[in-house]
T-cell receptor
Framework: QQQVKQSPQSLIVQKGGIPIINCAYE??????FPWYQQFPGKGPALLIA?????SEKKEGRFTISFNKSAKQFSLHIMDSQPGDSATYFC??????????FGEGTQLTVNP | DVKVTQSSRYLVKRTGEKVFLECVQD?????MFWYRQDPGLGLRLIYF???????EKGDIPEGYSVSREKKERFSLILESASTNQTSMYLC?????????????FGPGTRLLVL
């Protein structure tokens, strides 16, 4: 049973657009919410992360919005570039070191 | 930079074979993880280890076992490979300690079981 639901499965935008990827979770004990970025042929790498005591975190062109009451969080990519084309995974951490990942979103940014 | 290496990028095995996937990290991390990645299913945790000789089952441990004899090395074993174990296998490591949450992934091993 997937405890973190991610949508959409795939997303195509034009350069300069603002893709938004959404995730929803059920477990209120989750206390850390990272996003990982994966390029073809590579392992995932941490992109940005947030804890539930803040509603937004921005790092460069990447922003996480977090809605604790709705148990949802999302990734926004401002001024998207073709180099942002990758698969993005949201995740959530409960007690211990385990991460539960979403299903992944394949993002394509057309030039 | 943290480096996580996996012994093979591509592997082709036959049904019933015993398969070993090796993972090595060079940052003295206490925690190591094995995931499998399948389209539409994301990353699912198979096993993890928080110390040498310690292991815990993840969400999909059936058909797999692990070994961690040294801190830097974590092996995934498919005792008798089956076609439904065809997948991408990812290893990751993480240090312990408060607010040290980042997992560092290897490049993956794409396994095909015929």
């Amino acid at each position: 049973q997937q405890q973190v639901k991610q949508s959409p499965q795939s997303l195509i935008v034009q350069k300069g657009g603002i893709p938004i990827i959404n995730c929803a979770y059920e477990n209120t004990a989750f206390d850390y919410f990272p996003w990982y970025q994966q390029f073809p042929g590579k392992g995932p790498a941490l992109l940005i992360a947030i804890r539930p005591d803040v509603s937004e975190k921005k790092e460069g062109r990447f922003t996480i919005s977090f809605n604790k009451s709705a148990k949802q969080f999302s990734l926004h990519i401002m001024d998207s570039q073709p180099g942002d084309s990758a698969t993005y995974f949201c995740a959530a951490k409960g007690s211990g070191s385990r991460l539960t990942f979403g299903e992944g979103t394949q993002l394509t940014v057309n030039p | 930079d943290v480096k996580v290496t996996q012994s093979s990028r591509y592997l082709v095995k036959r049904t019933g074979e015993k398969v070993f996937l090796e993972c090595v990290q060079d940052m003295d991390h206490e925690n190591m993880f094995w995931y499998r990645q399948d389209p539409g299913l994301g990353l699912r945790l198979i096993y993890f280890s928080y110390d040498v000789k310690m292991k815990e089952k993840g969400d999909i441990p059936e058909g797999y076992s692990v070994s961690r004899e040294k801190k830097e090395r974590f092996s995934l074993i498919l005792e008798s490979a089956s076609t439904n174990q065809t997948s991408m296998y990812l290893c990751a490591s993480k240090t312990s300690g408060p607010y040290q949450e980042t997992q560092y992934f290897g490049p993956g091993t794409r396994l095909l079981v015929l």
